[in-house]
Every structure is written in C-alpha cells, then in structure tokens.
C-alpha cells in the first residue's frame, strides 16, 4: 500500500539571517520565518492532505515550524512525536560559525565534506545518510500511517533526498526556508514526487534583509534612566 510523506525544511531563522552553520545548535525563529509558516501552512490547506501522523527533530526551531504551520494549515496544533533521526546534520567544531568557513555542499564535494566534519567532531556523510533514511523508514513502516507531515533541516532532507534519487544523484536545487519534498513509500521503497518551493516573494517584515531582525541594537536613554532610578531610589 503506497504511503504519503511531506517532507518540510523549517523557515527562517536568526542564525540563516547570520549566515551561520546551525547543525544541532539552535536559534529562534525569525518575523519572517512566523509569516514563512503560515504561507505554507496555507499550501498544505490548499492542498486539502489529510495527515495521520505529525513528526519534527528535536530542534526548537522544527517544533516552531510544524506547530505554526498546523495552526494555519488544520486551525489547530496536532500532536507530534519529536525524533532525533530527523535533525540537522552535526557540524562539530563549524556549529554556529560563519558558514563561508562551512566545507562545500556541491558535486563532488559530499565525501570530502563527510570527512572534514567527522574530523571536526560532526557527522560524516554515512552517518547522516544512515539514521536519517532509518528513521524515514521506521517513520513509514508503522502500519497505523498513511499520510505523513514531517518537519526537518536543510542539509539532513538533502542528504534523504539523494538516497533516494540513487548513486550520483544531485543536491536538489536551492535550500528555501519550508522547501517541501513530497515522497511515495511502498514496502520500504521511497520515491519521489515533487519538491516544491513556498512563494515568499515580497514577504518584508522590517529590520535586517526583510526578516524583522533588528539592524542594530537603539538604547532609550530616558527608558534606561527610569530603570536605574526605579531600581535603585537614586536620582
């Protein structure tokens, strides 16, 4: 019997603003990224999928993601079951740095890139592929499923989404915030339907590039006076 995943990244968030590498270490969510949730909360509306079982990776953000997209999308929060087989890959000694630094992602660099971060403490290609295609699987095999929401990372459903595609598949072009890949799993078989990207053109929300992250930080020096005297009885 043919089973539905929806695989969705998770939208913006203040260390994708910073452009720093964000594996297992975590950052909140940004303006953008709440009104990134409701466009596709809004697809999968439109869509009209009816879902059985709701599943994130343990981060912070992906939880974010899912329980605001399902706001929109259902009108409510489903319960979702948190899975550490879905979350980033881990990035050892590059977490939250500037990702310029980060090894490459492109063709012929996925090996050299396992090995740089395994070197570095993180997770090197094989890991990555195994317990994220593990975990898929494990996540479609229970007989009580039949349409799957999941909510993820860039880099880990890349690295699915190659395993599936087969030997010297491709990265699948761009890595938007709420990318959705769509699978089909039949007798431990994934394959793939579509992978689509969420409309945010126009999405400005103030601040920095649009995300509603401050460009910098203003102090009110009448405010901080009125705290200082407050707390301490002094003029």
Not at 13 to 30: A, E, Y
Not at 85 to 102: H, N, T, V, W, Y
Not at 209 to 232: H, I, Y
Request: include cysteine; charge should be negative.
């Amino acid at each position: 019997m043919k089973k539905l995943l929806y695989a969705m990244r998770h939208c913006e968030t203040l260390f994708n603003v910073q452009h720093k590498s964000q594996g297992w270490c975590d950052s909140p969510i940004t303006l953008r990224g709440v009104e990134q949730c409701r466009i596709a909360g809004e697809e999968l509306r439109r869509r009209g999928i009816s879902f059985d079982h709701f599943y994130t990776s343990t981060s912070e953000r992906c939880c974010d993601t899912m329980e605001l997209v399902c706001k929109t999308a259902f009108g409510e929060v489903k319960p979702y079951q948190r899975k550490k087989g879905l979350r980033e890959c881990g990035f050892g000694i590059f977490e939250a740095k500037d990702d310029c630094i980060e090894p490459g992602f492109g063709p012929g660099l996925l090996e050299v890139r396992g090995l740089v971060m395994r070197a570095g403490g993180g997770e090197d290609t094989r890991q990555v592929n195994e317990r994220i295609v593990s975990c898929m699987n494990t996540i479609m095999a229970d007989p009580s499923t039949q349409n799957v929401l999941a909510v993820g990372s860039g880099g880990s459903l890349a690295h699915f989404y190659m395993q599936v595609m087969g030997p010297g598949s491709k990265r699948p072009p761009a890595n938007t915030n709420c990318m959705t890949y769509v699978y089909e799993w039949e007798d431990g078989v994934f394959s793939s339907v579509e992978v689509y990207h969420q409309d945010f053109a126009g999405l400005d929300c103030g601040g920095l590039d649009g995300s509603g992250v401050p460009n910098r930080w203003e102090l009110d020096l009448d405010a901080a006076r009125e705290v200082l005297v407050g707390e301490t009885g002094q003029q």
